[in-house]
């Protein structure tokens, strides 16, 4: 018979899918995210392999996007200059990242991406911090797949409007 001990520390507790723990080689990079003032989420196709996503992350660095289960959020704002226009180093870290997903033969899902946000809740993310300085994201996105019951509805309305549905009399 084993002691709870061994049987505790053999069943270690996994996080749920959508719950991540972005621990970034600075502490300062936890910040940006935390207090960013423009985010982005980049989602990719469904094919895409979660090693290569993390690899093509890792080219980049962390210091300004992190990568999640389907696909990278690019944070920015913290300790920028007033002087400085934080949207044009947004997107030049957009087009960095972008560039580095195209190396990796990554595709993005447009539908599922959010576009310069001044909030995170609206990239589709809950944040926060953990005592390591690790952040705890919560992708509150994750799994918002398109029914089949969605698809069907769009297919019946599209052929209402193209005048090959049935008529109401």
Known sequence: MSSPKTAASASKPELPPNV??????LRATAD????G????????????????LVAAAAKVGDTFCFP?????LIFDGVGADE????ADTHHEHFRVVCLA????????DVAGCVFDVKDILKAG??????????????DLMDGEEESDDDEDLEASLAALVSGSGTSIS
């Open 125 to 138: 993310f809950q944040l926060d911090v953990l005592s390591s300085g690790s952040v705890l994201a919560i």
């Open 37 to 52: 003032r423009i985010f982005t989420r980049l989602a990719t196709t469904s094919t895409t392999d979660p090693s290569a």
């Open 32 to 35: 940006t995210l935390l207090n």
């Open 68 to 72: 999640f289960r389907s696909g990278i």
């Open 101 to 108: 997903l195209k190396d990796a033969g990554i595709d993005l």
């Open 20 to 25: 991540l723990i972005f621990t970034p080689k």
């Open 83 to 86: 002087d400085v226009d934080i």
